[in-house]
């Protein structure tokens, strides 16, 4: 558990994965059914390396581990998404969102982009729209500042950088990325799809 939190403090104030990489392993060595690490792992090593193999089987062990769970649902979904499987993809995106305790802007952009694929085009541009709703909200935004604040005063002991730091690091090119999306779709040209730096895959 200690490697596990250490590896998600390091991916959450670093853009360098070897090391979280590293420690995800080592856990994941100590528990090696451990539905969290392997889908966190696959998560990061996604973002590193592509949709490789070694991706697509850890997320899949995380999913028969915790069916259930909206972030591995997200991971394995996304993970479909860019190898081109969106049949697969999109029930799984869905459902990600379906079982999700609050809406997740990440996961309505990786399903905009399933359905782009897809040529689903309306569906794209209304899943595109609800995430940009989602990540303009100032709830939303509060919500991640607490969580944040919470995890410097539970986890690090001391504040490494502001929340809103934070916020910025993990969100700001998700959301400069989603807004080329949409002006693309209203200007009539082939939007931009996948995402510079993933980040719902890691909880």
Known sequence: ???????????IISKEPSGPIRLY?????????????????????????????EVLKLGTQALQLNPNASYILDTVGWTQTILGNTEEAIPLLIGALQSAAQPSAETYVHLGDAYWIDGQNENASRAWQTASMI????????????????MARSVWGITVVTPEALYDFELGEVT????????????????????????NGEN
């Not at 080592?26 to 392997?38: G, I, R, T, W, Y």
């Not at 889908?39 to 090593?45: G, M």
Request: hydrophobic share 40%; charged share 25%.
């Open 135 to 150: 990540l303009h909200s100032e709830e939303y935004r509060q919500e991640i500042l607490d969580g944040y604040v919470g």
């Open 25 to 53: 392993r080592a856990s994941l060595n100590l528990q090696p059914e451990n539905a969290l690490v392997l889908n966190n792992l696959a998560w990061i090593t996604l973002e590193k390396d592509g949709a490789t193999e």
């Open 176 to 199: 400069r990325l989603l807004e080329e999306k949409l002006s693309a779709v209203q200007e009539g040209r082939r939007p931009p799809t996948g995402m510079a730096k993933p980040t």
């Open 1 to 11: 558990e200690a490697l596990s939190i250490a590896a998600q403090s390091m991916s």
